[in-house]
Nanobody, 122 residues
Framework: QVQLEESGGGLVQAGGSLRLSCAAS????????MAWFRQVPGKEREFVGT????????HYADSVKGRFTLSRDNAKNTVDLQMDSLKPEDTAVYFC???????????????WGQGTQVTVSS
């Protein structure tokens, strides 16, 4: 069983940056693809990006490509999401997810964190 806990959310002005972190515990983190999703009230959870088990490959939603960057440290069991050039439309609750196979769909992930709020003011 993998437990995930997000941190680093908050309030930032448009154009600013935030760095989210997801800490995994409970079992070995190695071998799991990790992803970030986000959700606003009344809408479905949206894929943000995913990173392979060894950090060798990362894929992003078009809406964040070039602004957000994923990284992971398997020794520390963490995966980070660096968010730059933030826009008001990035405002959402951001969730960390883990799965042995991964992908870009919410249904492809077995483990989820509780989420952290990111608010970008205009």
């Amino acid at each position: 069983q993998v437990q995930l806990e997000e941190s680093g959310g908050g309030l930032v002005q448009a154009g600013g940056s935030l760095r989210l972190s997801c800490a995994a515990s409970g079992r070995s983190f190695v071998g799991y693809a990790m992803a970030w999703f986000r959700q606003v009230p009344g809408k479905e959870r949206e894929f943000v990006g995913t990173i392979s088990w060894n950090g060798g490959a990362a894929h992003y939603a078009d809406s964040v490509k070039g602004r957000f960057t994923l990284s992971r440290d398997n020794a520390k069991n963490t995966v980070d999401l660096q968010m730059d050039s933030l826009k008001p439309e990035d405002t959402a609750v951001y969730f960390c997810a883990a799965d042995q196979w991964g992908g870009s769909k919410e249904t492809e992930y077995e483990y989820w964190g509780q989420g952290t709020q990111v608010t970008v003011s205009s």
